[in-house]
């Protein structure tokens, strides 16, 4: 941007400089001292205007560096906040898978000593009772399990539901902020464009 300002006051001024010298020409065909002044003075002004003009231009285009550099700074603050609360969703889930494991391993574990206790029974009675308590037992494990399946499929789904609303809230405020910052090079510009 300071280069393309650069070359925009270059031209101008030079157009500017051309117009004097065809004005001075036009006037006069001999050497005019007063008529040289003029011109010096007329070059002058105009070129400490332009001085002005592009020194408004180059701190215009340090501050929209500075917004630009904030702008980053915020995205990626919030990229890293993004990272942690992933991070820490998975920590979650291992956590939640680990002890899913170890339910399992102790309800194995109770299957295993059941079975033998079972395997002792003699009596009829005794089997009826240890098969009605079997059945108990498995309905027990059976919702326990069903309970830890939706209780991680819903830590799932709601993690998934936060991932994808921070990546496109994180899209949206990137693309507003650099849209807003585009439309506001591209007013600066055009006011400067039209002024001169």
């Known amino acids: 941007m300071e280069g393309q300002c650069r070359n925009t006051l270059g031209d101008v001024l030079s157009c500017r400089v051309a117009t ?66 992933e991070r820490q969703w998975q920590s979650h889930v291992a956590d939640t898978q680990r002890q899913l494991h170890q339910s399992q391993v102790r309800m194995q574990m109770q299957v295993q000593l059941w079975e033998r206790e079972k395997g002792m029974l003699k009596s009829q009675w005794e089997i009826d009772v240890a098969e009605q308590r079997q059945a108990a037992l498995d309905r027990i494990l059976q919702d326990a399990a069903m309970r830890e399946e939706r209780h991680v499929r819903r830590l799932k789904e709601d993690k998934n539901i936060e991932i994808e609303y921070m990546r496109r809230h994180l899209a949206f405020e990137k693309d507003t902020e650099l849209s807003m910052l585009a439309n506001q090079l591209s007013r600066r510009a055009h006011q400067d464009m039209e002024a001169k």
Request: hydrophobic fraction near 40%.
């Open 20 to 85: 004097h010298f065809s004005s001075f020409r036009a006037k006069t065909f001999l050497y005019d001292a007063p008529a040289l002044e003029a011109l010096e003075r007329a070059l002058l002004v105009e070129m400490r205007e332009l001085a002005k003009r592009f020194l408004q231009l180059q701190t215009t285009v340090e501050g929209l560096t500075g917004d630009k550099a904030k702008l980053q700074q915020q995205v990626q603050t919030m990229s890293m906040e993004k990272d942690d609360r």
